[in-house]
């Protein structure tokens, strides 16, 4: 069985983990953890934790019992108390921290209960900074703030380099794949990338290192970058070892949804550039990966699992 470890964050990989689960990989999602917006943010401020929204978020995707995680988890309370806007699974993340010590062991007891398919590891238990620096040579502190500012992105850091896990590095070590997720490239995927323990576990490795492309472009983070950008600043961030094989959507994207991202979110699909990603030496996968799931545009997270899958077993 391939043992397989994914990093990212967010909504963008916990769709991916819904169609690894299926599969016959031995899972690790490394999460980050460095949100701050929101119930996440509120927490975080009040007990000193790393953010927990993102790792709710991969332990539902996780769950043998999803459905009922979803719904439980996900559930927010609306009251004009503190307790207004807060998932129950944020608070219950935060109670079992607070109990076992650590984030790692809160979603432990998570597992007895869920029956998780996998190993969810945050990426710290540091309770980090997100900084970026802008187009313009400014400085913001935050990653929500990151994401909110119109300006582009030019470089991401942490204000204090974090304490990688140990379990997040022997993860690594002991992978057959290394799979960057879908979701907000710089907020999500390189926050993982930025810590040199793991640039080093990556090129330590022996695993095979690949990118599932986003669809479409995020405002401020990857306006109009090609797949062949979103390449090469995820190869920047990382150390000696590169992406070898990319997966992309080969299929054309229904344009009222097409018009539905551009009028309401400024987001356009991402351009799949076959001669540029061809002269970097990256090994494309392609299929038709668009499904519309609740009225928004995903990936299909099995035919996803299926393409890595065949890729692990034809090496």
């Known amino acids: 069985m391939k043992t397989i470890t994914v990093l990212g964050g967010g909504t963008g990989m916990s769709q991916l983990l819904k169609g690894f689960k299926e599969f016959p990989f031995n899972i690790n999602a490394i999460v980050a953890v460095s949100d701050d917006g929101r119930s996440t943010g509120r927490l975080r401020k009040e007990f000193n934790i790393p953010a927990i929204g993102d790792i709710r978020q991969v332990v539902i995707a996780l769950s043998e019992k999803e459905n009922i995680a979803r719904k439980l988890l996900n559930y927010r309370f609306n009251t004009s108390s503190d307790l207004d806007g807060h998932p129950i699974g944020n608070l219950l993340l935060t109670a ?23 190993k969810v590891i945050p990426l710290t238990e540091d309770n980090v900074v997100l900084m970026g620096e802008m187009e313009d040579g400014r400085i913001v502190r935050g990653e929500h703030c990151i994401a909110e500012d119109s300006r582009r992105i030019k470089n991401v850091f942490y204000e204090k380099n974090p304490t990688v896990s140990k379990e997040a590095l022997n993860a690594i070590k002991k992978s057959d794949a290394i799979v960057l997720s879908i979701g907000s490239l710089y907020t999500s995927i390189i926050p993982n990338l930025v810590c040199p323990e793991i ?10 290192i690949i990118y599932v492309c986003n669809m479409m472009t995020q405002p401020g983070e990857t306006d109009y970058l090609s797949a062949s950008e979103h390449l090469e600043v995820l ?15 080969n299929e054309s ?4 949804i097409i018009t539905k991202y551009k009028e309401l979110q400024q987001k356009i699909p991402v351009e799949v550039d076959y001669d540029r990603l061809e002269k ?21 997270s099995i035919k996803v699992a299926l393409n890595v899958f065949s890729y692990l077993i034809d090496k």
Not at 96 to 115: F, P, Q, T
Not at 199 to 208: G, L, M, Q, R
Not at 253 to 256: M, Y
């Open 96 to 118: 079992l921290a607070d109990i076992d010590g650590s984030i790692a062991g809160g979603i432990a007891d998570l597992d007895d209960v869920l029956n998780l398919k996998g």
């Open 199 to 208: 640039k080093e576990a990556i090129d330590n490795s022996k695993a095979k």
């Open 235 to 249: 190869n920047d961030y990382l150390g000696k070892r590169k992406i070898e094989a990319i997966l992309v959507n």
């Open 253 to 256: 994207i229904a344009k009222e």
């Open 280 to 300: 970097s030496g990256v090994e494309i996968i392609e299929d038709d990966l668009a499904v519309i799931e609740d009225g928004f545009l995903r990936h299909n």
